[in-house]
């Protein structure tokens, strides 16, 4: 199930999607849809980086310890 959503864009960011789905052959719907996703993707790893960080539970490996550890 699909859902349409639509949005305004600066023309140069219309400009440059349009360049893409044409070079790539696919439609601009496929472009934006990858581009979320893609979003989405970093934003979660963020999050859980963000989080890890905040984790006072969460031993702090420093990069020495890190090479040893990895025979390097």
């Known amino acids: 199930m699909t859902t349409a959503i639509s949005i305004r864009l600066p023309k140069h960011l219309a400009e440059q ?3 893409i789905a044409r070079d790539t052959e696919r439609s601009r719907s496929f472009i934006i849809q990858k581009a979320i996703e ?3 993707d970093d934003r979660a790893e963020l999050q859980i980086a963000l989080d890890r960080l905040h ?3 969460d ?7 890190l090479r040893k550890s ?3």
């Open 55 to 57: 984790d006072t539970a």
């Open 17 to 19: 999607l349009e360049s």
């Open 70 to 72: 990895l025979g390097l």
């Open 59 to 65: 031993p702090v490996v420093s990069g020495k310890a």
């Open 38 to 40: 893609a979003y989405l």
